[in-house]
């Protein structure tokens, strides 16, 4: 069975959405399928028709960048137009059995555009309205964002099965009208044997870092609004009021990065916070090693509550505690007390309080830390989730495509 993927943007660009994609497609084809992967207009500026990536060909559109003049809307319309004239002459080149398409949504139109007699899933990784009010250039319930929900919504109705990371975004489409046994969670997962369990602290890093000594709570990636880093900044001074030898590292960078450093000053923290700066991919695990507790502060907002995120599955992968905001996308992959702890989202005293619980009770980690290397080994591991792709797809071949 041969599949093509319609992407957002693929390697060698680095991101959430391409380790989801890669793992995807390691699995597909271990399973002894055909994935092929194709990436639109807003994978970025090119004139290749594929590229060879880490062992995978990869087919692109084309693309020289659409006028600065030219408006947003019409900027989408254009690539969608690219999109669709490339996946047309592709198509009968590679003939595939099926289309998938992940989001965004411009991804699908063009691929339903051109699918012809082809069944088409759509797979959904996050709203894209709900991204936008994070990022600013839109608001809850604007026109934007109205429109937007009303394209997704149509692509729902329109694709011949719908797949979705989680439970939350599933339990939203299914809210919208879309059949139950259309829509299918594929949820994100680990290859535990590139997450391997943590032993031994990189003591040299320690020492330069200042760290010796120390208890350390640390955060790993990108500094979105989203994720609570500022909010977790100010609610320190309440647990260093009760745990003074705690140390915060930062370890890599993003827009909220002058902000969060701001609240350090402000608070006097320098002593407390640690930022590294984005570091090289191989040396991540260095810095895992430093960390006693890794913490995943996220706001509670439409965006987070529906979404689960892959960092704390993969903090659970190599052994490392998890302390985590309560928030709908934390609680599918956390069970407190079990595997990871969980606090009031958006509440200072109680991040301070089961912190300074967490780290009052040692004893307990060893259990907390080998359930959650369980949960990520015999649960939340790519061959299971993308083993869940098989009904999706033998129910689209049978059922065929539908207009």
Known sequence: MRILHILDHSLPHQSGYVYRTMSIMAAQKAMGWEPVLFTTPRHGKGTSLADVEDGWTIHRTPNEGAPSWLPTPFAMLREMQQTATRLEALIPEVKPDILHAHSPVLNFFPGNKA???????????????????????????????????????????KATAVTTICEGLRSD??????????????????????????????????????????????????????????????????????RPDVALLLVGGGPTDAALKAAVADLGLENHVIFTGRVPHSEVRRYYSLCDIMVYPRHSIRLTETVTPLKPLEA??????????????????????RTGRLFRADDAESFADVCHSLIEDRATWPEILAAGRDFVCNVRNWRNSVANYADVYARCLNTGAKP
Do not use: C
Not at 185 to 210: C, H, M, R, W, Y
Not at 221 to 231: H, I, P, R, T, V
């Open 316 to 337: 659970m992968a190599m052994k490392r505690l998890v302390l985590a905001s309560d928030i709908g996308g934390h609680r599918e992959l956390i069970d407190d007390s």
């Open 115 to 157: 699918r012809g007699a082809l069944p088409i899933v759509y797979e959904v990784r996050a709203f894209w309205e709900d991204a936008a009010v994070d990022h600013g250039t839109t608001k809850t319930g604007s026109l934007r964002y109205r429109m937007t929900r009303a394209l997704e919504t149509r692509a729902f109705r």
């Open 173 to 242: 489409i299914a809210a919208r009208g879309i059949a139950e046994d259309k829509i299918t969670v594929i949820p994100n997962a680990v290859d535990t044997d590139k997450f391997p369990p943590i032993e031994v602290q990189d003591e040299a890093l320690a020492a330069s870092l200042g760290l010796q000594g120390k208890t350390v709570l640390g955060f790993i990636g990108s500094f979105y609004a989203y994720e609570g880093l500022e909010f977790l900044i100010r609610a320190l001074p309440r647990l260093i009021a009760r």
